[in-house]
């Protein structure tokens, strides 16, 4: 959105509302922390459109969404008794073996069994790129990286994947 | 450009940055040579475009609809009535209405209410200076004719009435009370029903 006019954000939920759903629940694979996100975001945005200033709206709007998205994962950490995405624990040091990994997953469905097997980092990039469909430079804004980084995780996720999936399809 | 031996852990990232459209002219030229032949950068070619497909085939899920705004239009229906929309703005209602029935049936609720307030007759004495807060029935006043819906409906709130005749001001005191009723089992709105005929003083 380029518009030199502030949306309002009744426009951002309609206009975005699914593709940040899209993006938790591919991250999470869990809709119940998908609808939490959306709700999360679109209450930063209302908040934050007041002193939000005509720019790169994309990259304003999806770092609020990552910024809440991990914040969200923060606060599960502090709360023992639920349990963090998978990936997150693999990013923690308490990865499967590859036979393991392969095991869990089933020949169905199972591109999203594997993303979430993916380190955060990893994950992120990539349904940022394939699943909202941002570009690396937005990407890099959202995550506030370099544009390098950002191709380097895209990258690293789909050799992951690649290894965890059957091939060809 | 000097023959190139591919190697997976170089030139991998530059082929998954080239399936997303990322690289430069100088990179794709790489690419392309590197592709020439080279059956082992095929296969990993292949391969990462097979990984990116499958993602993006991914099926996108609908976000529950209670999440959202019921996305109407709201209190811009009366703004772009009123041409008091900036362009974009306008551009944007305008698309909205098109597409969604409800905003043309409250518009249209909105433009009658807006020419029954417009074509209210003039009246003979000034306007008061004070409004008052309640509407006291037996006492003239003056309305302010003129204005747009939304002043219209709150100057039937704040128990605005029209002089002369027997009483028409019981008429809009009852219109102002049929009003804050429906305004207050829907919040947000701020339309004066179809059917009501404002009585000639």
Redesign the interface.
């Known amino acids: 959105m380029t518009d030199e006019f502030t949306p309002t954000w009744e426009d951002v939920a309609h206009r975005y509302g699914r593709k940040i759903y899209n993006f938790a629940y591919r991250l999470t694979g869990n809709p119940d922390d998908a609808a939490d996100l959306v709700q999360e975001v679109l209450l930063r945005v209302r908040k934050g459109l007041p002193s939000y200033r005509p720019g790169s709206f994309e990259g304003w709007l999806w770092r609020i969404t990552r910024n809440a998205f991990l914040d969200g994962i923060r606060k599960k950490k502090r709360r023992p008794e639920s349990a963090l995405p998978e990936g997150d624990h693999h990013a923690l040091g308490s990865s499967p073996s590859p036979d393991e990994v392969l095991a869990s997953i089933r020949l169905s469905d199972n591109v999203q069994a594997a993303l979430l097997k993916l380190p955060y980092e990893f994950r992120e990039a990539v349904v940022l790129c394939d699943v909202v469909g941002l570009s690396y430079d937005e990407i890099a804004e959202a995550a506030d990286v370099p544009v390098g980084t950002v191709r380097s995780r895209i990258h690293r996720g789909r050799k992951l994947l690649r290894g965890m999936l059957t091939w060809p399809i | 450009m000097a023959d190139l031996t591919f190697d997976p852990d170089e030139h ?2 530059l ?3 080239y399936l ?1 459209g ?1 690289l430069t002219p100088e990179e794709v030229a790489v690419v392309t040579e590197l592709l020439d032949g080279d059956l082992e950068a095929i296969e990993e070619f292949l ?2 475009r ?3 497909t ?3 085939l ?1 099926p ?5 609809a209670a ?3 019921d ?1 109407h239009l709201g209190d811009r229906l009366s703004a772009y009535l009123d041409g008091e929309l ?1 362009t ?2 306008h551009r ?1 209602v305008t698309n909205h209405i098109v597409d969604c029935a409800d905003c043309r049936v409250e518009l249209q609720e909105l433009d009658r209410a807006r020419i029954a307030v417009r074509s209210l007759p003039g009246v003979e004495t000034t306007v008061t200076a004070e409004i008052p807060a309640t509407v006291v029935p037996h006492r003239r006043r003056r309305i302010i004719a003129g204005g747009i819906g939304a002043a219209a409906a709150a100057a039937l709130l704040v128990g605005l009435a029209v002089g002369g005749g027997d009483d028409p001001v019981f008429i809009l005191n009852d219109l102002a009370t049929r009003h804050i009723a429906r305004a207050s089992a829907e919040p947000g709105f701020a339309v004066l029903p179809a059917s009501i005929e404002v009585a000639a003083p």
């Open positions: 991998g990232e082929f998954s940055a997303d990322q391969s990462l097979n990984i990116r499958r993602l993006r991914l996108e899920f609908e976000v529950p999440l959202l705004p996305g900036v974009l703005e944007r």
